[in-house]
């Protein structure tokens, strides 16, 4: 290296500082206009008028997936995208929408992308974000537009959404195209336009840059969803470019949240049949339920919501999202315990999983008896100024107000941790059979990885329910589901109407975490085999593992996971890989590892 020049930090330091960071070191992503381009890497040719390239570095939200500086711009409107689409195709090119990167599959990029690959990032997030009513229960909004503005939009018209990913800063278009979706199952409390599978489902019409084979070149497209075509767009997985969809929505109606920490795993998870506080029965009484259990611990954090026109006395009114302090903005004992741990003392992975259950406790009750028992090490870290800064923002067990402000409660700012992620459909008689099948799996799992001094997970599990994707709810007739979802059902089991939704977190850098994960996703498709209940992968997060790797078994990628979407007859897999391919077969909007998993 020459004088003034540094190395930087290695990838297993970057993954790391992400994690003890959140936010803050996610951002440290370079950004060099073309002028300031080396001469090996010249912008690329002959771009449409009006179009400004520049270089960054791609990287996910858990850092997994990062990249050489690549050439990136920010289209002004559709028709420039359509512009860009001609070009590419004409030069060689690739188009792949981003937006604020929250995923951890490489559907965007691949890992390690170099800076010479013909690909151009498209960021919609910047002028793709325009937002209008055209009817009382129907949005039209652009792609590039953050759930967050969304819904605080619908909210100044008095309209909402049964459920959405927690996050907020999250693309419309992302979410979409690997069908995002919340948690909550219909009750008596449904509400006219309101959905409880993906957000995809919700789409009654879309735009699209398509191919037109007579003319040519690319153009605009707009699919309504009675469209047979529109089911392979709802859920894409990056292999279109949608520009706007109309989506239907309903009446908002106030939401309460209320926080349980006091239900013993071997409670809330037990086997079907043996009562007390199940979710099963959460979910029956309230039709909305998550639980958050952090590994090494006994009771998880369980948030149950339920619909309330007047706040409820005890409750606390919130008028914006994000009302959990204590995991948006890391405290300073988690972060230093995190500091450790990634740093290569992975055996503080109890510690963690407590310390986290701990904070949120204090955080949502101000309960200290557990602080009191806990031991001197975490009672050292949970003392004085830690303390008082976990319960400043007031207590936030039972809160209230318009859906939106309870509906999404993650910022960038939080643990950057990656995950698995699965759905299994299943009868609705059947989710606490699930649940306490994967749970009690995983319990065990993970006391024989620590028997041999192996600590893969120090992340939560997160559980939700949901319902599948009824093309009902898009108040279309004859709309079909989304043909990728996995909440899209089989025809061949009606009485299917329930997906649990089953996500293992960890640090990326956690030595073990591929097998143990694999160990997981194993497991699950034995037991939910297709007979009482089947299996299907979360886009968006780690699925296909090796041993050593993610995305990557080749029986699963090749096999196993388009079998899931063709079991059960219907249009499926196959016919969403050949509408894709008809209105994109130069495969401007793919790349390398969608060419190897979305194959004829």
């Known amino acids: 290296m020459g004088v003034g020049e540094s190395a930087g930090p290695s990838r297993r330091e970057l993954l790391g500082l992400s994690a003890v960071l ?85 559907l965007t990029v691949p890992d390690r992308t170099p800076a010479a690959t013909r690909v151009l990032l498209v960021d919609t997030g910047e002028h793709l974000t325009g937002m209008s009513l055209t009817g009382p229960s129907t949005v039209r909004v652009q792609t590039g537009t953050t759930m967050e503005d969304l819904l605080a939009f619908l909210a100044g018209h008095g309209l909402g959404v049964a459920a959405c990913p927690a996050p907020g800063e999250l693309t419309v278009g992302g979410v979409l195209a690997i069908g995002g979706h919340g948690t909550g199952v219909p009750g008596a409390d449904q509400v006219p336009g309101h959905g409880y599978g993906t957000l995809s489902n919700q789409v009654t019409s879309l735009t699209a840059v398509v191919w037109d084979e007579p003319g040519g070149r690319y153009r605009l497209r707009t699919f309504d969803r009675a469209e047979a075509d529109s089911a392979a767009f709802l859920v894409h997985l990056g292999r279109a470019f949608l520009t706007e969809v109309e989506i239907r929505v309903g009446a908002d109606r106030p939401l309460r949240c209320r926080s349980l920490l006091d239900i013993p795993a071997d409670e809330l998870f037990a086997p079907p049949g043996r009562g007390g506080r199940t979710l099963a029965g959460f979910v029956e ?28 006395f005890g409750s606390h009114a919130v008028q914006q999202p994000y009302n959990y302090p204590f995991s948006d903005n890391i405290p300073e004992p988690v972060s230093d315990l995190v500091a450790r741990l ?101 319990q065990q799992l993970l006391k024989e990885y620590q028997g041999r001094g192996e600590y893969p997970v120090n992340g939560p599990v997160e559980i939700r329910v949901t319902d599948l994707d009824d093309p009902a709810w898009s108040g279309v007739p004859g709309a079909l589901p989304p043909l990728l979802s996995a909440l899209r059902p089989r025809p061949d089991r009606p009485d299917w109407d329930t997906a649990v939704w089953l996500d293992v977190l960890t640090f990326p850098t956690t030595p073990g975490r591929e097998r143990f994960s694999r160990d997981i996703e194993q497991f699950l498709l034995r037991v939910f085999d297709g007979r009482r209940a089947g299996l299907r992968v979360e886009w968006s997060k780690g699925w296909a593992y090796t041993a050593d790797a993610t995305w990557a078994d080749p029986e699963l990628l090749r096999r196993t996971i388009p079998d899931s979407l063709r079991a059960g007859g219907g249009p499926g897999w196959d016919e969403a890989v050949a509408v894709l391919d008809r209105y994109d077969p130069h495969r401007v909007f793919g790349n390398a590892f969608l060419d190897g998993l979305l194959r004829p």
């Open 22 to 106: 959140g936010g803050a070191a996610w951002l440290l992503r370079g950004t060099i206009g073309p002028d300031s381009a080396s001469a090996d890497q010249s912008p690329p040719p002959s771009l449409p008028a009006g179009v400004v390239p520049y270089r960054r570095v791609y990287q996910n939200w858990s850092g997994e997936v990062r990249t050489d500086e690549l050439w990136t711009c920010s289209p002004t409107s559709p028709e420039q995208v359509v512009a860009l689409a001609d070009w590419a195709r004409a030069n060689g090119w690739r188009l792949r929408a981003q937006g604020y990167r929250h995923t951890w599959a490489p």
């Open 285 to 312: 009484e309230s039709g909305r339920a998550e639980a958050i259990w952090f590994p090494f611990t006994d009771r998880p954090w369980l948030k149950v919501w339920s619909t309330s026109p007047r706040q409820p």
């Open 342 to 442: 990634t740093g290569g003392a992975w055996e503080l992975a109890p510690l963690l999983g407590q310390l986290q259950y701990l904070v949120a406790r204090l955080g949502l009750t101000g309960d200290v008896s557990d602080l009191l028992l806990s031991g001197s090490l975490l009672g050292d870290l949970l003392s004085g100024d830690a303390l008082t800064h976990l319960l400043g923002g007031g207590l936030r067990s039972d809160l209230w107000g318009p859906s939106r402000t309870v509906l999404q409660y993650v910022r960038p700012s939080t643990l950057r941790v990656t995950a698995s992620g699965y759905a299994v459909l299943a009868r609705r008689t059947d989710l606490q059979w699930v649940v306490s099948e994967f749970c009690g799996y995983y």
